[in-house]
């Protein structure tokens, strides 16, 4: 039976997303849920960085545009907020050019703009 990558981790980041859901609801914007997430990660000792940029290798140069992931968490799991009504092919490509930048392999995109809170896991 093949094993989840980092399954343990990911269920700790879903249950503070489920925590921060549970009482900010839906709502409000994209900072608001990534300052409560910060407090989260920092009072349950879960590593993390906020607003990781990374940049674009481009045959022989580094581009001028960056990225900046919304959090890297156990330093290897790229994390994308959205408050957005539905999550989109777009948001599932901007999480996976974020990876291919950071050279990680988990990705996971979690949207607090729906009623329920709505996640997923992207492996590149």
Do not use: W
Request: glycine share 4%; net charge neutral; proline share 2%.
């Amino acid at each position: 039976m093949n094993e989840i990558y980092l399954k343990e981790e990911v269920f700790k980041i879903v249950g503070l997303c489920m925590e921060v859901h549970k009482i900010l609801g839906k709502g409000h914007s994209e900072v608001v849920y990534k300052d409560a997430l910060e407090y989260e990660f920092r009072i349950n000792n879960i590593p993390f960085e906020r607003e990781k940029e990374y940049k674009i290798h481009y045959k022989d140069i580094i581009l001028p545009r960056k990225y900046n992931a919304d959090f890297v968490v156990y330093e290897e799991i790229i994390f994308e907020v959205k408050a957005i009504s539905n999550l989109t092919i777009s948001d599932t490509k901007q999480t996976l050019n974020y990876l291919a930048s950071s050279k990680n392999k988990l990705g996971f995109l979690v949207n607090f703009g729906e009623d329920s809170l709505k996640y997923k896991r992207i492996i590149l």
